[in-house]
């Protein structure tokens, strides 16, 4: 089934693993050509690989999101390779665990760099880009945006996630009728980013049984699918919303 994402370029950010590479396979296995973005050359290209060796397209650049021109670099580079911009998913995160009373600075603004001023210049860049052609942007947040965790010890990426909430209401007000802004907010997924995360198994499946509905992680590809609605036709009349892929955790 075709749903309008044949050929469109899409611009990936953190594309080289966890939410990002599956997101990236699940565009291009729907006929999307994707642009990833991150820090680590090798891991990019790995993915890049996978995807042309499943028969799709795509390129990579290596960008630290965390620079001033971290949005103009993503943005000029899928645009020079795919001559276009029509989607951008910004999935590119850090996550550091560490207790208000040891919060640095420097955690401070590392976190709100990635997280929040990486974001806002992407899609900054990727409005201009897109123009009166219009597009669509999902913004990948997280339940710690609008709920507390005694757990993972995380003010200041749970300030950052809250911020891009605020940020895809307002893109979405303001870009109307050419580009649509969602965000959706994923709860515990199984990825690299949960490491140091309840390491114990035991303590882990605690948690999860009492706090997530459906009892279990999430999986990287069950976060894609929900960017892949988004960003498709059949998404067409969405724009503005924020959506949980959480298994109920924030119903809790």
Request: net charge negative; aromatic share 4%; charged share 20%.
């Amino acid at each position: 089934m075709d749903r309008g994402l044949t050929d469109k370029v899409a611009l990936i950010t953190g594309g080289g693993s966890g939410i990002g590479r599956a997101t990236a396979l699940r565009l291009a296995s729907e006929g999307a050509r994707v642009f990833i973005i991150g820090r680590r050359a090798d891991v990019l290209e790995s993915v890049v690989a996978e995807v042309t060796a499943a028969g799709g397209s795509a390129s990579c650049l290596s960008v630290d999101l965390a620079a001033a021109d971290c949005g103009e670099k993503a943005v000029g580079g899928a645009v020079a390779w795919g001559s276009r911009l029509d989607i951008l998913v910004n999935a590119a995160g850090t996550f550091p665990f560490t207790p208000v009373h040891e919060l640095t600075d420097k955690d401070w603004d590392e976190a709100i760099a990635i997280n929040l001023s990486g974001v806002m210049r992407t899609c900054r860049a990727a409005a201009h880009a897109m123009g009166e052609e219009g597009g669509a942007i999902v913004n990948v947040s997280s339940t710690n945006a609008v709920m507390g965790d005694k757990v993972s010890c995380c003010s200041a990426y749970a300030a950052a996630k809250a911020g891009q909430l605020g940020l895809t209401r307002q893109f979405a007000a303001e870009l109307g009728p050419a580009i649509r802004v969602n965000a959706i907010l994923p709860g515990p997924i199984d990825t690299p980013m949960l490491e140091g995360w309840l390491d114990d198994p035991a303590e882990r499946a605690a948690w999860m049984e009492r706090y997530i509905p459906r009892g279990r992680l999430g999986l990287p590809e069950e976060v894609a699918a929900t960017v892949a609605f988004l960003v498709s036709d059949d998404g067409g009349y969405i724009t503005g919303v924020t959506i949980p892929v959480d298994g109920g955790m924030t119903l809790v």
